[in-house]
């Protein structure tokens, strides 16, 4: 009897988070199953896989150096943990279903070969052979196929169902580019232009194709029209009808085809969502329901109910729950039937803010000093519209004088000022409203506020104290007060009610995007350690004036716009500058890595603006564009 | 009779062509009206305002300098047409309408102040004072307010009601780039840091928020990042957020508010269309209306009808005719009433393609020789699809020899052998085809095959037989034969099934582009008058290797990256490459012009990425996005 209660438990529960793992039905797999969807174990497996990950910051070409051996210990351990939660999924769900998933199979495919390769490494490394882990591209990729990785995958998804109709499209724009590039050729070839580095001007076809690519993503105009613009007006047209067509209107396809299949797309997973959630709640119905007199259809007793809802949701408060039965049972007839408990998964998500004026704990402890005429006449004077007004009037003084030079005295000083004033705000806000009311988790602005002023108050009392002490401040602690400081001005938007939609808009869609940057992070990582590979080493940045900062280390820079731009710290040498280059890369297509390896190198730059910029980026704005039109 | 017959079919064809003019329902009115809609008094005027724009080309700062008196002398023809076609469109319609709309109070407006303005300069010319044309930006809005522009002030409308909402968005987008431009101040202005021209980073404030609104645009990323990242990789983290909040998640929410709009007021005007166009088709019926026995609601009979067809559609056959009929009279009652005779108008717009199997004229010729065994046998093959892939096959080996080199001989009488393939290939089909058939108006690449060969042909003979009489190649038409040469290689995209769809609704957006082109004139016309005024000749381009060269001939430019990278050529010294320049700044904010104005003139650059880049293309976007909705 309580192993079935555990079981229809566990059904709620799966069909309330949208899980969506067939395990197997003994009591002793259900408790399984229950420790393998355990909070704890879930957050570890996050973690081992961030540490996975970062291992590339430790690992050669490293920023933080540490022996070989340390990394790849730090290495076996993720791996055995991997393994481990590898293993407790096969227990949970049955054998044939286990060896069916191509997830479980990518997963061991991917320790497999991470763990050969770290053998041939290590034995390479011993006898000092030179050696790639080329296994490292495979470590994101336990991010999509741990079962938890529930939203990536359906991103990448939703791409792989967009590609044949990208692919079309994209053909259609190589053939566009490639048109141009001969018309190009032809045009601009023989004229013996002089591009400004004084190199011939459009003689190479393949060179001429990857610039006018580049100049799709606008990156290096107008330097590619200008030699031809030189030398004749009526050549910008070329170029103009160019952008045109390839980045204005065929950018626009782009994002057009992605949204529709984003569209599409997310419909269809919205109905397979609530059907297997129906399906899991039908089950769950399945084993609490029994018959009674008069009655065709089965039914869940109001007990068994209460016994269930207490399983799944242990910390719902017994007047929450009454108020859900109420909902489900409206005749009051103490059951309810199949369609009134299916809806019992959609009930427990919704949040029900408890509007109780529950009394002020100062009330509680003192009520006729909290309710006595001053006191009142605070709450009031705080609830007011005019203390908002005054306070949006601080913050726009505060700003200026966070505008002024930190040397003068007086503006140094009028900080605690402000700080004072606004840490005066928030106890008089926690005094006229219940602390609980005033941090619930919808008070987003309540809980950013105390968190930005009391931290500010923090790191400014440290750094007073560490200038009248040591008799100077650290830069990091004022770098951080200086940022808390005008991080605390983003509040005044909050009061502006035409602002409150949007930023509302776009907090909600926040959590969201957590999803997106897990799916650029393992696009990023991929081509981080491949660029790694391929490129590190290639340009070296220099702190100091050394000589080598003029070609940025690498003779085949010498002179070069790249080097003349400081740009040497854009290089592949360590994961972080990866990244940041990689960030770069996104935002304009510029790379001056062609220059110092071989022409071939360009496939790596133009294949991540085909992902990135193109399929992801898009994604990225059909799903600001469709969350936008849903809250408007 | 006849003159009701008339106002009718006035009616009809307004309704037709979605025209909405409140015009006088006298006989000699409408008469007026209908010499008003005539399209050689529209063509008449659109060139007129085409000559009147084209103006800054001989205007100061000038392309092509002419006397001051010739220009003032055609600017006068052209302010005479337009006051004879305002007069005509006031005897058109009721004079309290005519002063009631706001477009011929602005077109008057309009051509007072260019009066005033040239008798003004034309005072102070003679009188050797320097005075500005400032009535030149008033030119474009002509284009908007006459008659004509519907299309045009459709878009404007619903830039205008787009307006509001973007403006919150707008201001919310101001306030993140100030809070983040404060931090910035506040994180690296004391740091001493300098950027790669040497000059302080980041310590004024005004300047932050310039240069960070610019990385916006992505424009001058990296370079903006540089200083800052060199000093601490860390932060990079800074300029990181300002991008992914600013230029991704800001520039989304813009596109998303725009595109809402534009949907929600593409339904209201389509909607009003509809209105209106189903009242004008009332007012018709009433005229033509009578009263038969034994009916309650009034006809119209087929001989009013058939007269008023053909009025309103002199060039229709008879038998399209009496196919219109057919559907509007279903029973065959030989009257129509009210619901049958408003569709007309719609019925009208629709193109019937006429799939008369004609006799081909070569058969009515000599039918014995047409219709023989081989001549069928021919007519099979050209309409085969082996046909298709060999030509397909040729264009590809014709991509391959315009890609080589034109010194080669075998390659450049190659040309002759292709471009008689490519003949043969439209005679072949010609001879396949009823030719009125094959030249109907909705195929395409017909047209398209049949103008690119007969040009390339004709430009290959003219510049064969100039090299051989003088001796020389015309760069010039040898720039339109290789140009010709390689767009006849864009027919291949036709044979290819899954980008014909595409293709396809490009060619169906092409007219409503026109709509955006006229747009962007408009508000380009605008800028590139301010700009001349603002900046001429404070830049200015040399073509040989004068010392001016490296500073693009202002000291302020010395040894700075924009006359390093040779962009002298891009300024507001004449028209032409005021509209280039304009271009490059949509493509990407570049803009050296504050270093030799002043820093004011940055305004001038925010206001038109503002209006260009953040409204324009957006809609420009969202028009696309809509379009390829509808499409697929
Ligand atoms: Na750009």
Redesign the interface.
Known sequence: QKEELELAAVYVSDAQHNRNIFFETQPQAVRLYLLYNHWLLVVLLYFFIMVNLLLAVVEQPALLPVPTWASMLVELVCLSVFSGRLVHYAKVIPRDKFWKDPKNLCILVILLLTLVDMIIYGALKATDIYSVRWSRVLRPLLLVNFTEGRQLRRAFRSIRNALPQIL??F??FI?SIL?FS??A???FG?RGLKT?SGKPYFTN?LEIVFDLYVLVT?AN???I???A??AS?FF?VFF?IF?LIN???FM??F???V??NYKKYLKEEVRQLVRTKRHKMVRAFAILQERREGLEEPVVSHAFWNQLVRLVQADLSHAHRELLWSVADQHNQGYIGKLAFVQLADLLNIQVIAVKSRPHPLQRWSPSLYLSTPSRWLCRAVQHRVFVMVYDLIILVN?VF??LD?EDPLVRNSEWFFLALYLLEILLKLYAMEPRAFYSRHNFWNWFDTIIIVSALVATIINTAMTSVGGYSSRQIL?IV??L???R??RV?DSIK??R???NT?IKIGPTMLTFAQLIIVVYYIFAMVGMELFQGRIQ?F?SDSPGKLSCGNPALQDS?FA????C??NFNNV??SF?LL??LT??N?CGFTAVTHPSARLFFILFHIIVVIII?NI??AF??EA??VE?
């Open positions: 079309s499209v053909l259609l053939f048109i001969l018309m050729l032809k045009l023989k400004n076809f606008t105009s107008p330097d029209m200008m030699p613009y030189n007006s910008a103009v952008i980045t204005y209107i626009s396809v994002l057009a085809v949204y529709n700003a966070i505008g930190e770098d200086f940022t400081r005008v991080l001005l983003i938007v035409r602002f939609v949007i930023i776009l940045f702190d716009s003349q731009l400081n740009y710290k854009n972080v500058s940041i960030v770069e935002v304009v510029q980026i990225f704005v600001v564009l936008f039109f408007y």
